[in-house]
């Protein structure tokens, strides 16, 4: 719908023609799409015109992308913590390995 939308206004009518829901689903869809400011919905005579508020797409894109930094940030520093863990764990299982082979009473697997 919003790609629809993207291209220019159009009518709620002509917004439920590519889709396989009732007048009353779409309806109630554009109705939040109202709500969160993302579209615009005007009377213009007998029919109802739904217009995309760009600037509104462009601000939910913007915090989207943020949030997307920070959790690709976020995964890289979890990244860090684990290799380092799983160097820790490879050195200390190759020290415990050497001491137990030394002392003959452990063998390493």
Known sequence: MIERLSHG???VHGLTEPFALS????SKHIAYLVRARIV?????????V???????????SDWAVS???????????LDVVVNQMKQT???DDTKH???DRADGCHESF
């Open 40 to 48: 615009i919905k005007t009377k213009r005579g007998r029919e109802s």
């Open 23 to 26: 007048q009353q689903m779409i």
């Open 97 to 99: 390995g050497e001491r």
């Open 9 to 11: 206004p159009a009518s």
């Open 50 to 60: 739904c217009t995309l508020r760009p600037e509104a797409i462009k601000t939910v």
């Open 67 to 77: 949030y997307r930094r920070f959790w690709e940030e976020s995964f890289d520093k």
């Open 89 to 91: 764990e490879i050195s």
